[in-house]
């Protein structure tokens, strides 16, 4: 068997560090040695060897210890693996299956076989598919090599300063690219430990860190805001470093959560078809909403008219599966849909190109009201979006979040004092929190799918 990228890397590993911890539970447990990860990569090796080369599994597991051994034992019978969330069920499952056609599924450590005929692959064939949401109801499968997947975690492990005596706290979903990227592959890579941890309560997970000793918080901003909620809290165990991605960052949650903790929070920016993208190297403090630094290394990022941007790297996927979109990815090149405002040689998100409202012709992006609206006392997040309007195309709607809690008189005297009056919301909602899925991201038009459905009910 040829060693491919991780099994060189893994194999200068092991031999070092076989008996020690790999992976840990949330009280410091051992779940897995280092080699306990080589026997159970055997072990699957041996389960999935009657599965031709280039054959699709679907992986569908928690945040599980196995993903590693996993991972090794696909790349060694060059098989095409597809990380998969456990929440994936029902239509979003079927979708899921009806676009990479998988041959075989791996749920709960068994492996159940499907009839699926072998994909024609436009180009090299490749190790992983990411799966992402599509526009027109179908995901999308994203095509990787070991060599981006390689790639992005070199760029990760050396922008953000992760070494191989750390130890990862495990909060994020392994199956997502954030979570698989900035936890599997840099054991694998470098020798970096995780622990998993499956209770998302804030109060169990300041309880876990403290017990697992970890030095490294990958997390989401939702995770973050939650955490300063602890008035009893003012430390988080061994953490050195924390990470937010998955949403944009509010610059409240920065201030507030070194205020509690004295630790600064790095805005980490990435995408599935690439990996990792930028990084707050400083974790400014004084830093608006939804900064997100300066491009990691071995990324180039390109300016483009309209706030958009290219980027271009070895981390960048081959292209969509089964249907190609040359215009926004190809090898080594990928045109993102964010909107990007540059701070010197630094970048800001505030939206997507796709969120524009258009409200009786006039059209307006939502950042521009939320970036208002938190200029008010005691305000930390604010999202905007648009619904249907019988006389007017859209009307805008807004959900706030704020400690005290802001009222509705008060954001909408706000608002008439600073924008136009086409663009005051329609409506205010006070929230205690933002819905968010698993991932930590707030998707606009489920948010206005729900407000419409409730409205309708009412």
Not at 218 to 232: G, K
Not at 361 to 379: A, C, T, W, Y
Not at 382 to 397: K, Q, T, Y
Request: proline share 7%.
């Amino acid at each position: 068997m040829q060693l491919h990228l991780f099994g060189k890397t893994w194999a200068n590993i092991l031999p070092r560090h076989a008996p020690q911890t790999a992976i840990y539970g949330n009280n410091r447990e051992v779940l897995r040695t280092f080699a306990d990860i080589e026997s159970e990569r055997t072990a699957w090796r041996d389960k999935l060897a009657s599965l031709a080369k280039g054959s699709i599994i679907l992986v569908q597991l928690a945040e599980d210890a196995g993903w590693p051994a996993i991972f090794l034992a696909t790349l060694d019978l060059s098989l095409v693996m597809v990380p998969l969330e456990t929440e994936v069920a029902g239509q979003q499952l079927d979708n899921v299956v009806k676009v990479t056609r998988p041959h075989a599924a791996l749920r709960s450590n068994e492996v159940s076989k499907l009839n699926s005929d072998p994909p024609e692959w436009n180009g090299p064939q490749p190790d992983l598919l990411k799966i992402t949401s599509g526009t027109t109801g179908l995901p999308r499968a994203i095509r990787f090599r070991q060599s981006h997947l390689f790639c992005d975690c070199r760029n990760i492990c050396t922008s953000m300063g992760l070494l191989p005596g750390d130890v990862n706290f495990g909060a994020i979903p392994f199956a997502h690219s954030y979570g698989f990227s900035n936890l599997v592959t840099p054991l694998l890579f470098q020798g970096t430990r995780f622990v998993c941890s499956r209770d998302r309560l804030p109060r169990a997970i300041h309880r876990h860190i403290e017990e697992s000793e970890a030095t490294v918080f990958p997390a989401t901003p939702a995770i973050f805001q939650a955490l300063t909620s602890l008035s009893d809290c003012d430390r988080l165990g061994a953490i050195r470093i924390c990470i937010s991605a998955g949403a944009p960052l509010p610059a409240e949650t920065v201030q507030q959560f070194y205020r509690r903790f004295r630790l600064r929070i790095h805005s980490f920016y990435g995408s599935s078809e690439c990996g990792g993208i930028m990084f707050d190297r400083e974790g400014r403090l004084d830093a608006p909403s939804g900064f997100v630094g300066t491009p990691l290394d071995g990324v180039q990022i390109t300016h483009l008219q309209n706030d958009r941007i290219e980027i271009s790297g070895t981390n960048v996927g081959d292209g969509y599966f089964p249907d190609q979109d040359p215009e926004t990815l190809q090898t080594g090149r990928f045109r993102p849909g964010d909107l990007v405002r540059w701070i010197g040689e630094s970048a800001q998100l505030y939206g997507r190109a796709s969120d524009f409202i258009n409200i009786a012709g006039k059209k307006i992006h939502p950042s521009l009201v939320e970036e208002h609206i938190r200029q008010l006392p005691g305000v930390i997040e604010v999202i905007a979006f648009g619904v249907p309007s019988p006389n007017r195309n859209e009307d805008l709607v807004v959900l706030v979040m704020s400690n005290p809690p802001v009222s509705r008189q008060t954001l909408e005297a706000h608002c008439r004092a600073g924008l136009a009056d086409w663009q005051v919301p329609r409506d205010f909602e006070i929230v205690t929190e933002l819905p968010v899925n698993a991932r930590g991201k707030i998707k606009r038009s489920d948010l206005a799918a729900e407000y419409v459905a409730k409205r309708g009910r009412s």
